[in-house]
């Protein structure tokens, strides 16, 4: 079934390591985007990309780093530079032309600073 | 600027009732989309429903419909006969065509059903 994969589900990280989320698309979708959830609050754009090999700063990408070397993936690494990561990751794809073109989400990644 | 506000951290609806959670938006763009996602406890985003800025129909998907006001800039979500499984994360969207394909996503608001 086409989806987006999301791994690892949860992840613990010592304070001062850096740590990659994988994120994986067999939809054919160009745009591909990472977003931080809080508890209790809405998604926040940490970067986005809409084509191999480029991709955009969104609202809080200090910290965090991407790249987009195929189309499928979209990894997102969480710099020791990132001064609060323990979060909820989603990271989501959709088409970049075309109605409704909603975002199709993974199940999550779940990361927590020791 | 692109904003989306929902103005209802938490609502309370008794099984089988209907409620209304409030979503409005901001725009100088004349063609997006409005959107509304579920998340129940797993953390999982599931698509409700889609409205585009020149349908002039309100969109309708089973218990799910969007009152869509564009005077108001309004896109509020009605669920009818609520269910338990109704009880989640509810979270409005934007996505305006023009600015680089990005979402702009509201705080969300909190819907519980009571049985």
């Known amino acids: 079934d086409g989806g987006i994969t999301q791994s690892p589900k949860y992840l613990f990280?010592?304070?001062?390591?850096?740590v990659t989320l994988s994120?994986?698309?067999n939809l054919n979708h160009d745009a591909m985007y990472?977003?931080?959830q809080d508890p209790g609050q809405g998604l926040r754009l940490i970067y986005y990309s809409q084509i191999v090999n480029d991709f955009q700063k969104g609202d809080i990408a200090e910290g965090y780093s991407v790249s987009r070397e195929k189309k499928e993936s979209f990894p997102l690494?969480?710099?020791s530079a990132q001064k609060n990561p323990t979060a909820f990751y989603l990271?989501?794809?959709s088409i970049l032309t075309g109605v409704p073109g909603e975002l199709f989400f993974g199940e999550g990644s779940r990361l927590t600073v020791l | 600027a692109q904003k989306i506000t929902q103005t209802q951290p938490g609502m309370f609806v008794q099984e089988k009732e209907a409620v209304t959670l409030d979503c409005t938006y901001d725009t100088s763009d004349q063609s997006y989309g409005l959107f509304w996602y579920k998340q129940p406890s797993s953390?999982?985003?599931i698509f409700l429903i889609y409205q585009g800025s020149y349908d002039e129909q309100n969109a309708t998907e089973g218990r799910y419909s969007l009152n869509f006001q564009k005077a108001r800039k309004s896109a509020n979500l009605v669920i009818s006969a609520s269910?338990?499984?109704d009880s989640a994360m509810y979270f409005c969207a934007m996505r305006v065509w023009n600015t680089g394909n990005?979402?702009?996503f509201g705080t969300g608001t909190s819907l519980t059903v009571i049985p």
Request: charged residues 20%; contains cysteine.
């Open chain 1, 77 to 79: 690494t969480v710099t």
């Open chain 2, 43 to 45: 953390g999982e985003m």
């Open chain 2, 102 to 104: 990005q979402f702009y």
């Open chain 1, 91 to 93: 990271c989501a794809s």
């Open chain 2, 83 to 85: 269910q338990l499984g």
């Open chain 1, 13 to 18: 990280r010592k304070e001062g390591q850096n």
């Open chain 1, 34 to 36: 990472w977003y931080r």
């Open chain 1, 23 to 25: 994120c994986e698309q």
